[in-house]
């Protein structure tokens, strides 16, 4: 890349940020606010931006701008959150949820996760996986049911997020097939058969979370995460996997198609497996 677009992504940063600096998660979560939508989509139109490694790790290593692409990062978050949550709140109640639920926007991109999920799960119809953080709006777990028939419970440490993704599971008639607990990694189900640990990317702290499952997890026991993995989308990564414990061996790593842009990395622990 150019120096000249190399300062003019900074620019952008440091831009961005002054404008939504002052802003607080509550006022994020519970005010409307299109100004900061219109911040967010630039935000997304940025981090398209084709980029070489070496450019990223030089954005990396600027400690002028790592406080605010990490502030950044966490207001895009809260953002996101507050978009499920609304969402969730709309499907609840509609006429016909099924047919909103298919118009949420990031509909396509959880049929492919899904699709990542099954594969590098080594899945089977009737399989069943549980996921740790998976929010108000279970959107990984409806579509590995809705394509796979994958039997799911989803784990989520905000009581209000858990109780609003409950609301949604009986509203969808999938209370049969997904199960939403309220907790978090302590209360995985312990005598509960699953083919598939997932770890959600808001889950944290990550690193206590595989801190734990290293130590209470049979051999032989399959997990997945997603990362950002190439381009300006690492900066937004707040929550990053930043040591996997040595129990777990990776055995898969499925690279994004469009529109989705998250790697899937798969692990087993116990078990020395060769990367796909």
Known sequence: MKKSSLYYIKDEFLDIYSSIC????KEILHQRDDNLRLYVERLNSLAAIDVDDQDVEKILCDKKLQPVIKHISCLKKTYGLKME????RSIIDAPDPWRLLKRFKFFPNYLELARMEYKG???NPNDSVVFIGSGPLPMSLISLY???GIKSIGIE???????????LIKTL????SIRIISGNHLSLPAHEKVQLIMIGA?????NEIFTYLAKILDNGTKLSYRIYEKGLRRLLDDKPVLDIPHEF??????RPKPPVNNTSVFLVKGIGRKIK
């Open 202 to 206: 808001d889950a944290c702290p990550k």
């Open 249 to 254: 061996k990776e055995y898969a790593r499925i």
């Open 173 to 176: 008639e999938l209370t049969d």
């Open 85 to 88: 949550i609304e969402f969730a």
């Open 146 to 148: 809705k394509q796979y």
């Open 22 to 25: 002052n802003l607080t998660d």
């Open 157 to 167: 440490q905000v009581p209000e997020y858990a109780n609003l993704s409950q609301k």
């Open 121 to 123: 799960g080594e899945l």
